[in-house]
């Protein structure tokens, strides 16, 4: 389990370099991946730029499919390789240790809302301010799975490093 963990965190490396080097392609709208990485913006912000027809839209959704997605795809696995591996490392009970890929299951699917909700904005040309608040919930719930699967597992890591 420890090999696929490694191999699916080099995954991510490289999804997350293939996605800045198409995103750099963009411009900053696209380079920022500003509406994943924040909810902390205006909902006419959003609006505005994904009803303006702007090659950015293009190029946004271009970045997301496929690459964020093989990013997340990865990183899920990773996660949830590397909990199971250290639970191994540990003895934890083989019947119990699928418990630990639920997490960053969440975060998977939770990472996987967002860029639906995304794409789905970005093909229509426009949002409504409900719209923009049920990505600005995706985006939250996907970094407060995503902090609870790290923290699982750097927990795990640790508990094996001091054992």
């Known amino acids: 389990m420890f ?35 924040s909810v902390f913006y205006r909902d006419d912000e959003f609006i ?7 090659p950015s839209l293009d ?21 949830a390789a590397a909990s199971l591996a250290a639970a191994e490392a540990l003895h934890f009970p083989q019947s119990g240790r699928w ?17 639906r909700i995304l794409l789905r904005l970005i093909a229509a040309g426009g ?13 939250l719930m ?3 799975t995503l902090g609870a699967a790290v923290g699982q597992t750097l927990i795990l890591l640790l508990w094996l490093v001091v054992a």
């Open 3 to 37: 090999y696929i963990a490694v191999l699916l965190f080099l995954g991510v490396v490289a999804a997350r370099w293939a996605s800045w080097r198409e995103a750099e392609r963009h411009g900053d709208t696209v380079s920022t991946r500003r509406w994943e990485i």
């Open 48 to 54: 505005g730029w994904v009803t303006s027809g702007a």
């Open 59 to 79: 190029g946004y959704a271009r970045v997301l499919a496929p690459f964020d997605f093989a990013l997340f795809v990865c990183l899920t696995g990773a996660l």
């Open 99 to 115: 418990v630990l890929v639920l997490i960053p299951l969440a975060y998977g699917a939770a990472d996987f809302v967002e860029d």
């Open 127 to 139: 949002a409504s301010q409900s719209e923009v608040l049920g990505l600005k919930k995706a985006t």
């Open 142 to 144: 996907k970094f407060v």
